[in-house]
């Protein structure tokens, strides 16, 4: 299994000089398998547009799961030019019919196109918890606390290797937990138990916790003991402050103890778990 990292940043596309290391698109993860394109795509922020590179200029066909409908999980889906001559399957939350929910979104006055007007060949269907097939990927969905609608995180197998996708995650909702970052609850380790790579959102530092917890994300201390009791074998700290700086997050990363293996998520990085 290939994961490339195609968006890396939160709540807010950043495309400033000093956070070009790590990058300032948001949220998108493409996942592939040996000798063939991405065909399997996490959320579409932003980081959308990047992932049409990695197909070389053909057409997308494929599944793209979306974990919530926050703008900055959506605003790529009208700018992947892969869409043209393409096949996208959007699978979201189940909150009402799929496209008068994604719909808000995309149409006058707040957008020039409506959902039935992109180019390529669209579908928008609901997703509830449990597990699913797409194609030659297993995924099991479970519902993750956020808070401004319904999220959802994904575990992806295939190929005797696994990956769980916890973004947008707030812990403390369902309590302070052992240390004051929050519970450590069911459905957060059922997607990460005994996977190859974690990607966990990183958003906070566990001293902002108390002041910014209420913008419904996690501590990258949270995401290391999670990954810990989990028994993940490596973890990705995933997106990123829209106000952290490269340096900033180099010194998270510096700071940061834990007994997993770890790293920040750059946009452009590549990783193959059947080498992590």
């Known amino acids: 299994m290939r994961v490339t990292f195609c968006g890396v940043r939160g709540s807010v596309a950043t495309p400033f000089a000093d956070q070009i290391r790590y990058g300032g698109n948001t949220?998108?993860?493409?996942l592939s398998r040996p000798g063939e394109p991405p065909d399997l795509l996490l959320d579409a922020g932003t980081g959308l547009r990047a992932a049409a590179d990695l197909l070389d200029g053909q057409p997308f066909d494929g599944t793209i799961l979306l974990t919530h409908l926050h703008p900055d999980h959506i605003q790529g889906l009208p700018f992947f030019r892969s869409a043209d001559g393409g096949r996208m399957r959007v699978h979201l939350p189940d909150?009402?019919?799929?496209y008068e929910v994604l719909g808000r979104a995309f149409g006058p006055p707040l957008f020039p196109l409506t959902l039935e007007r992109l180019r390529g060949d669209w579908s928008f269907d609901v997703l509830e918890e449990g597990p699913h097939t797409f194609g030659a990927w297993s995924v099991l969905a479970l519902d993750l606390p956020h808070g401004g609608g319904r999220t959802l995180g994904y575990r992806v197998e295939h190929g005797g290797h696994s990956l769980a996708y916890v973004t947008d995650?707030?812990?403390?909702?369902?309590g302070p937990g052992p240390d004051g970052l929050g519970d450590r609850h069911e459905n957060a380790l059922r997607l990460a138990d005994g996977v190859d790579l974690l990607i966990h959102d990183a958003h906070l530092t566990g001293a902002e916790v108390p002041d910014r917890a209420y913008l419904g994300h996690a501590a990258v201390e949270y995401a290391a003991?999670?990954?810990?009791?989990?028994?993940?074998?490596?973890?990705a700290l995933f997106h990123h402050d829209p106000g952290r700086t490269d340096e900033q997050v180099d010194?998270?990363?510096?700071?940061l103890s834990t007994t997993v293996p770890f790293f920040a998520a750059a946009e452009g990085l590549t990783v193959d778990l059947a080498d992590a």
Do not use: F, K, M, N
């Not at 995650?169 to 369902?174: D, M, Q």
């Not at 003991?225 to 973890?235: F, K, P, T």
């Not at 010194?251 to 700071?255: C, F, K, P």
């Open 27 to 30: 949220s998108c993860v493409a």
């Open 95 to 98: 909150q009402g019919d799929p």
């Open 169 to 174: 995650h707030c812990p403390t909702l369902l």
């Open 225 to 235: 003991r999670l990954a810990e009791q989990a028994g993940a074998r490596r973890l």
């Open 251 to 255: 010194a998270i990363v510096a700071e």
